[in-house]
Nanobody, 122 residues
Framework: QVQLVESGGGLVQAGGSLRLSCAAS????????MGWFRQAPGKEREFVAV???????YYADSVKGRFTISRDNVKNTVYLQMNSLKPEDTAVYYC????????????????WGQGTQVTVSS
């Protein structure tokens, strides 16, 4: 199994940048597809980005061109670089892992972090 811990959230002004990290424990980390999801106040949790072990990425249209997901399989860490942040990016961001594929379906992800709050002020 994999245990995930997010960090790097905080308050940032619109147009600014923030880098989230997800530290994973587990010997099979490199085998997992790693994703980022977010949940804004009063809204459903939504897909943000996913990365395969080899580095192939896929993004939600809402963040494409602004966010970058990456991973370091040696450090067992996944990152989400968020640039040009908008107030609508405000949400709790969750790191997740699955063995099924690079899917946007949250139900495919068996392991989740506790979440980290990102607040973007206007």
């Amino acid at each position: 199994q994999v245990q995930l811990v997010e960090s790097g959230g905080g308050l940032v002004q619109a147009g600014g940048s923030l880098r989230l990290s997800c530290a994973a424990s587990g010997r099979t980390f490199s085998s997992y597809f790693m994703g980022w999801f977010r949940q804004a106040p009063g809204k459903e949790r939504e897909f943000v980005a996913v990365i395969r072990s080899g580095g192939t990425t896929y993004y939600a249209d809402s963040v494409k061109g602004r966010f970058t997901i990456s991973r370091d399989n040696v450090k067992n860490t996944v990152y989400l670089q968020m640039n040009s942040l908008k107030p609508e990016d405000t949400a709790v961001y969750y790191c997740a892992a699955n063995l099924r594929g690079a899917t946007t379906n949250e139900w495919a992800y068996a392991y989740w972090g506790q979440g980290t709050q990102v607040t973007v002020s206007s």
